[in-house]
């Protein structure tokens, strides 16, 4: 399979076209919004907590089919995780998908992410690492709560 | 003429010779360069003056009076000479050389608008244009107290100038508008816009970024108030471009930066400032990409900017009859009045995506708002892929785009 062909595999695509968890939650706890300034990817992400755990989520925004099925696919990862076990997926995904081209990513990491290691492929497309990771930082900064916005630019 | 006649005076083969990096392979694919509005390549003779001029000439200039000193400054201002002559200035001291098309807009907006504009006057710029021609005179207009107008475009792309005539009023202190638009490709009025400008009494900036390599340009006869382009997109080096302003206004305007070679004297109390060019000039400046972008209009000048022109012509009808014809791309920017820009969307794909399986197929184009995020505004999308041709690119250039397109509909189908 070519790298193209692998990054936009059938999956991918699905949930670019079929997003979940595709709605802005009402009754939410915590958000933000992410916003890419090189290509315009703008997102907000929406977690309903209860106590420790992520109740419910939800996103909306717009941008590449990399960032929108990335965050489709993080909607449906994290949604009745703790924190704890977010932040944990946060950075194992991290992780494999800053892996450098070239680097051997070990078979059951990959596996350990479930459906998200779709995204694996996405390393050997270095432009498009941050589409892939902007749903996560937003998510993230929703539950810090540091900041209401993040950029992939800073 | 006869085509033949035509075909022995431009030869794309043979111009495509001139530029190494054309042979490049990327991801195994022969490089189709289609990014030419962001930059262009360069031509061999302008490598061969940049490594001459480190190897053979550099030194600073202007001061010394050593041999190398002088032969450097002789080729700088034999290069400043150049520019006068592709842009039909009449003395080579209206010729500023600056980083590029942004930093002459900035001097412009810091020099003329800071002598010149004042609480309640008016700027007007275009729906159209580069944010180095937005956001210089938001800055000044935000300091000064002015009001910054904009010339509303209908959805071709193409500027109303009706709605242009009755925005001028005496507040109006400058008019700053984009020859050719880089994410749409228009090529405005611009002869028509100086005029009424200056039937009100306002001057006017031209943009020249996107036009400069691309067709001739002749201040006198526009009678443009100041024109700045940058060398790179021009086959020159980066960090090199020229501000032509007439020289009444120049003479007038205050520095914009000081420093070395800009002064006539210095004393902690008072600095006289120096003649022009160089009263704009502070500093030791890009001497090696001067003398580049020299090389680069001449290679330009030899081929004939009216030759290029027409080549290129002939390639956008092709390239957007071509592009037209595929199933579910629009075209964005369709004005009567074109340079070779193909802006475009992709049913069901967005830009990114489509410019990604672009590059495996060795295609480089550009994604994204190209620094025109009004213009995306005003047609409601958030961003489009870009075909940008030069005189380098080819027929089959772009029927490989088109293959690679399809490519992107089988994905996003």
Not at chain 1, 29 to 53: E, I, M, Q, R, S
Not at chain 1, 82 to 87: H, M, N, Y
Request: with cysteine; glycine share 8%.
């Amino acid at each position: 399979m070519s790298e193209v062909n692998e990054l936009y595999q059938q999956l991918i695509l699905e949930h670019n076209k079929s997003p979940r968890n595709f709605k802005k939650l009402e009754n939410a706890t915590h958000d933000a919004d992410g916003y890419n300034p090189l290509c315009g990817d703008h997102y907000h992400v929406w977690l309903k907590l209860d106590g420790d755990t992520i109740a419910d989520i939800g996103f909306q925004g717009s941008g590449c089919a990399i960032s929108k099925s990335s965050a489709s696919m993080m909607t449906s990862a994290v949604k009745g995780a703790t924190i704890q076990e977010a932040k944990e997926m946060l950075e194992k995904y991290h992780s494999v998908i800053m892996t450098k081209i070239g680097d051997e990513i070990p078979e059951e990491k990959i596996e350990s992410l479930g459906s998200l290691g779709a995204l694996a492929g996405v390393r050997e497309f270095p432009a498009r690492i941050k589409c892939a990771s902007l749903a996560w930082h937003t998510m993230n900064a929703a539950l810090t709560q540091k900041e209401k916005s993040v950029s992939t630019e800073n | 003429m006869s085509t033949l006649e035509k075909e022995i005076l431009f030869d794309v083969t043979t111009v495509r010779k001139d530029f190494p990096i054309l042979t490049l392979s990327v991801y195994g694919k022969p490089l189709v360069y289609l990014d030419n509005a962001a930059t262009t390549q360069k031509p061999q003779i302008v490598l061969d003056t940049l490594t001459k001029y480190y190897t053979e000439q550099n030194s600073n200039i202007h001061r010394g009076v050593h041999f190398l000193s002088e032969v450097a400054t002789f080729e700088y201002e034999k290069a400043r000479g150049k520019v006068k002559n592709l842009l039909n200035a009449a003395d080579s001291k209206e010729i500023i050389f600056t980083k590029g098309t942004t930093d002459g807009i900035n001097l412009v907006a810091h020099s003329y608008g800071r002598t010149h504009i004042n609480a309640g006057d008016e700027v007007i710029i275009s729906a159209m244009e580069h944010h180095s021609n937005i956001v210089p005179w938001q800055l000044l207009c935000e300091e000064r107290g002015a009001t910054l107008r904009v010339i509303p475009m209908n959805d071709e792309g193409e500027l109303l100038i009706d709605g242009f005539q009755k925005m001028l009023s005496p507040k109006t202190k400058i008019v700053s508008v984009v020859y050719v638009s880089n994410s749409l490709g228009t090529i405005n009025p611009i002869k028509k816009i100086i005029e009424l400008s200056h039937a009100n009494g306002t001057p006017v900036l031209i943009d020249g970024a996107q036009s400069v390599a691309h067709m001739k340009v002749d201040v006198r006869e526009l009678d443009c108030d100041f024109f700045v382009f940058s060398g790179h997109k021009i086959f020159g080096p980066t960090g090199i471009g020229a501000l032509y302003g007439k020289s009444e206004w120049l003479e007038k305007m205050i520095p914009y930066q000081g420093g070395g070679d800009m002064i006539r004297s210095v004393t902690f109390e008072k600095t006289t400032f120096n003649d022009l060019p160089f009263k704009f000039e502070a500093g030791t400046p890009n001497i090696a990409g001067g003398i580049g972008l020299g090389a680069a209009i001449d290679y330009v000048q030899k081929i004939g900017l009216d030759a290029i022109r027409e080549y290129e012509h002939e390639l956008l009808e092709y390239g957007t009859d071509t592009l037209q014809s595929v199933n579910g791309l629009r075209i964005i920017g369709t004005a009567k009045e074109k340079a070779s820009v193909i802006s475009f969307v992709v049913e069901n794909a967005h830009p990114h995506d489509v410019g990604t399986i672009l590059d495996r197929e060795g295609i480089a184009i550009r994604t994204g708002h190209h620094c025109t995020q009004p213009v995306m505004q005003r047609f409601g999308i958030p961003a489009t892929a870009r075909a940008s041709l030069s005189m380098y690119n080819m027929k089959e250039e772009i029927d490989i785009l088109v293959r690679g397109i399809e490519k992107v509909k089988e994905i996003f189908g």
